[in-house]
């Protein structure tokens, strides 16, 4: 996302919208990597998280919003991180999940 243009803010958060309501990445860890952070009235994460709605609209799902810059390489080895923890550890949801498997599959044992 160029967090500087903010004239096409309203299109951006559309766009993110429909991909969150996609069936095929319901539930799917998201990173927004709020870029361009380095030119001059560059939304902060905290701007981008409350002009999308991002708790509401990524209700359900692990997410996170980045900042960065691709032309100085802020934020970019960070962002690699998350992706490495979000993908490596799944959420409370799937944890649960999971826990709830393993205690009917051993007492289907018994």
Known sequence: LD???RGRLEEARRELEKATR???LRGCPLIL???KQ???GALT???LKDKFHMRK???GRDWFV???SASTGFGVEEAYRRVVQMVRLPSEDVKDNIKETVHYLRSTRQ
């Open 3 to 5: 967090a500087s243009d």
């Open 22 to 24: 996609s069936d095929q």
């Open 33 to 35: 990597l709020a870029n």
């Open 38 to 40: 380095d030119a001059s």
């Open 45 to 47: 994460v905290t701007e």
């Open 57 to 59: 609209m990524c209700s």
């Open 66 to 68: 980045q900042p960065c």
